[in-house]
């Protein structure tokens, strides 16, 4: 599924400085073979609500007098909700979205009229982030219990992934996350310094991307994946965007500056329909 970001000016102009001649891995390909991502790089006013980016790209962005979102999660009579944190598509054009301090997902029809409410198990924590696979199914990231929430396309319970557990033996504090072309989920493990990758049964599979490694200290904050398997994560801390191939190898990390050459920090992600990465800044 695409992810949505909704756009209020236009994209701040930077220089991108990084080994763009090196590909993005394609699926079932070596390191080596990689090409370069299309990049833009948006100010934190592109960004209507600082704490949010809108995780699904529309075919035409919501402009300023479009319907902006900002006014289209305030109006209580249609059941629309303040605070958005996350958001998915499914393949009928209907709008999954998480509230802040919600204990459900929110559907919407493609005019964002509410349906239903898709409610998590009564135990909940602290729900982070929500994404749909090819067949429509969905996930719902619960950090403070540590584990996903898988629900068929109808909205039933499925089952949870995932439980407590130190190193590779579970979660601790998971973020965000994204699926890569094959339907596994990829978790930004936070408690765990590293991403843990997920079939879509359920099970782990393997972990990469450790954020302490040789001395060097990551802050993984936002992931996502375009249609060839390309992860790329976001690091305030060291103002830098890590890229991975499907499989965890490490690619060529992107770094941006500003014409006055003042390094860019990078906090939100999304892939557009056209397979352009937008970023947006801290």
Do not use: C, E
């Not at 601790?172 to 989920?185: T, V």
């Amino acid at each position: 599924m695409q992810r949505r970001l909704f756009l209020k000016s236009s994209a701040t102009a930077l220089l991108i400085s990084a080994p763009l001649s090196r590909p993005v891995a394609a699926l079932n390909s070596s390191p080596s073979a990689h090409t370069a991502i299309k990049t833009q790089w948006l100010s934190k006013q592109d960004d209507f609500n600082q704490q949010l980016l809108k995780r699904l790209i529309p075919a035409n962005p919501v402009l300023p007098g479009q319907n902006d979102p900002a006014s289209i999660f305030s109006n209580s009579q249609t059941h629309l909700y303040h605070a958005p944190i996350a958001q998915a598509k499914n393949s009928l054009g209907q709008h999954f979205v998480l509230h802040q301090s919600d204990n459900a997902v929110v559907v919407y029809d493609q005019a964002y009229q509410y349906i239903k409410r898709i409610k998590v198990p009564s135990n909940y924590g602290q729900l982070s982030d929500i994404a749909i696979d090819h067949t429509d199914r969905l996930y719902v990231v619960d950090a403070t219990q540590h584990t996903l929430y898988q629900f068929s396309a109808q909205g039933q319970l499925q089952q949870t992934i995932g439980h407590f557990g130190l190193g590779t033996q579970g979660l601790n504090g998971p973020a965000r996350m994204a699926l890569d072309p094959d339907n596994n989920l990829h978790v930004i493990d936070k408690g765990n310094g590293h991403i843990k990758v997920f079939s879509d049964q359920g099970h782990y599979l393997f972990h990469y991307g450790s954020t302490r490694l040789m001395g060097k200290t990551k802050y993984f904050h936002d992931i996502a994946i375009n249609q060839t398997g390309t992860v790329v994560l976001t690091d305030m801390l060291n103002q830098t965007l890590w890229q991975y191939d499907h499989a965890g190898h490490a690619l060529p990390p992107l770094t941006a500056t500003t014409l006055s050459g003042t390094p860019k920090t990078p906090k939100w992600l999304a892939f557009d329909t056209q397979a352009t990465l937008l970023v947006v800044q801290a």
